[in-house]
């Protein structure tokens, strides 16, 4: 292993890039964001120009020359294969035709003259909380990461390495279909998603999913609430707020969320026992108390047989922000060996 070495990490996002520098010794360079625009919306050609931009402005803020670089790890959102190259029915990040179907990482590779190694962004965020969880032991041990965003994003992490799948889809916890009795309240309609599917952790937990069906169902049981007076999408975004000030029916609302992810955790539990469950999203950010009620339902309504709770662990995904390039360089850095 050549100890000049580095890997750069870019986090592709609806609006912009982050980026991040990792050397040999397995040090982030970077500990602050360096941000700039991503362009997805101009179409590919201005978006990966824009990547290459990202990470020629963190080499410079970190006075790294670029013959050091010997490979890149990219996260753009999914839905994309596990070789980088976006839906073919395209992805709510990006719309325009000329992104269905792109390769993103090939693309990207042929601008840049390295290596590109792609992630999902909720793959890149599984690898770093399990890197950083696990340290230098992370190949011995498997992790199960669900991120409530404005979907529900997430990977899984076996001997220390993404789970791609024969088709890249795997992880695509969202869309786990879980058993709704006794979650939902006895007159509450069955959650739907936008993939299609009734009852799954998407409908339940994300963003959407409040949007969509908690907050239309639990503002007709609390008709006074001041949610009720806001649009159905700004009140989405306002319940989290109430949720930390310890309004009952934001509680209630966010219980169901925990009781989701609490059910998506029981399958993987008898599916592949992980070591580690880990929470991220916002919630991550929110004040301490709430964020610590919050990982205690979700642990409280997942069912792990005895021996498994003697071993395992509930945990955040840590850096909300610095996770996606993170875990990005991490998945690199076998290049760097
Ligand atoms: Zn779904």
Same mark, same amino acid.
């Given at each position: 292993?050549?100890?000049?070495?580095?890997?750069?990490?870019?986090?592709?996002?609806?609006?912009?890039?982050?980026?991040?520098?990792?050397?040999?010794?397995?040090?982030?360079?970077?500990?602050?964001?360096?941000?700039?625009?991503?362009?997805?919306?101009?179409?590919?050609?201005?978006?990966?120009?824009?990547?290459?931009?990202?990470?020629?402005?963190?080499?410079?803020?970190?006075?790294?020359?670029?013959?050091?670089?010997?490979?890149?790890?990219?996260?753009?959102?999914?839905?994309?294969?596990?070789?980088?190259?976006?839906?073919?029915?395209?992805?709510?990040?990006?719309?325009?035709?000329?992104?269905?179907?792109?390769?993103?990482?090939?693309?990207?590779?042929?601008?840049?003259?390295?290596? @590109?190694?792609?992630?999902?962004?909720?793959?890149?965020?599984?690898?770093?909380?399990?890197?950083?969880?696990?340290?230098?032991?992370?190949?011995?041990?498997?992790?199960?990461?669900?991120?409530?965003?404005?979907?529900?994003?997430?990977?899984?992490?076996?001997?220390?390495? @993404?789970?791609?799948?024969?088709?890249?889809?795997?992880?695509?916890?969202?869309?786990?279909?879980?058993?709704?009795?006794?979650?939902?309240?006895?007159?509450?309609?069955?959650?739907?998603?936008?993939?299609?599917?009734?009852?799954?952790?998407?409908?339940?937990?994300?963003?959407?999913?409040?949007?969509?069906?908690?907050? =239309?169902?639990?503002?007709?049981?609390?008709?006074?609430? =001041?949610?009720?007076?806001?649009?159905?999408?700004?009140?989405?975004?306002?319940?989290?707020?109430?949720?930390?000030?310890?309004?009952?029916?934001?509680?209630?609302?966010?219980?169901?969320?925990?009781?989701?992810?609490?059910?998506?955790?029981?399958?993987?539990?008898?599916?592949?026992?992980?070591?580690?469950?880990?929470?991220?999203?916002?919630?991550?950010?929110?004040?301490?108390?709430?964020?610590?009620?919050?990982?205690?339902?979700?642990?409280?309504?997942?069912?792990?047989?005895?021996?498994?709770?003697?071993?395992?662990?509930?945990?955040?995904? =840590?850096?909300?922000?610095?996770?996606?390039?993170?875990?990005?360089?991490?998945?690199?850095?076998?290049?760097?060996?």
């Amino acid at each position: 292993m050549d100890a000049d070495r580095v890997v750069v990490g870019i986090d592709n996002g609806a609006t912009k890039n982050n980026a991040t520098v990792l050397d040999a010794s397995g040090r982030f360079l970077v500990d602050r964001m360096h941000e700039i625009p991503s362009r997805v919306a101009q179409g590919p050609e201005a978006a990966i120009e824009a990547m290459s931009e990202t990470m020629d402005l963190v080499l410079r803020d970190t006075g790294t020359d670029r013959s050091r670089v010997v490979a890149v790890g990219l996260d753009t959102p999914g839905p994309a294969s596990a070789v980088g190259v976006i839906s073919t029915r395209g992805a709510t990040n990006f719309a325009q035709p000329a992104w269905w179907g792109f390769d993103v990482r090939g693309a990207l590779e042929a601008h840049i003259g390295l290596p @590109v190694v792609y992630n999902n962004d909720g793959n890149a965020a599984a690898l770093y909380a399990h890197h950083v969880h696990f340290g230098a032991d992370a190949p011995m041990h498997s992790s199960v990461s669900a991120v409530v965003g404005t979907g529900l994003g997430g990977g899984v992490i076996e001997a220390g390495l @993404v789970v791609r799948g024969a088709a890249g889809m795997a992880g695509e916890l969202g869309h786990v279909q879980i058993f709704t009795d006794g979650l939902l309240a006895d007159d509450q309609p069955m959650p739907t998603c936008a993939c299609g599917n009734s009852g799954d952790v998407e409908s339940l937990a994300s963003l959407t999913g409040i949007a969509r069906n908690l907050l =239309p169902y639990w503002l007709t049981r609390y008709p006074e609430h =001041p949610l009720a007076a806001l649009p159905i999408a700004q009140a989405a975004k306002e319940v989290r707020t109430y949720g930390v000030d310890g309004d009952e029916m934001a509680l209630r609302l966010f219980d169901q969320q925990a009781a989701a992810l609490g059910r998506l955790f029981t399958i993987a539990a008898n599916y592949s026992d992980p070591s580690v469950y880990f929470v991220g999203g916002g919630v991550v950010e929110a004040a301490p108390h709430f964020r610590d009620w919050f990982l205690d339902r979700v642990r409280a309504h997942t069912r792990l047989r005895e021996e498994q709770a003697a071993i395992a662990g509930f945990a955040l995904v =840590p850096d909300r922000d610095m996770a996606g390039a993170r875990g990005s360089a991490l998945a690199a850095t076998a290049m760097l060996k």
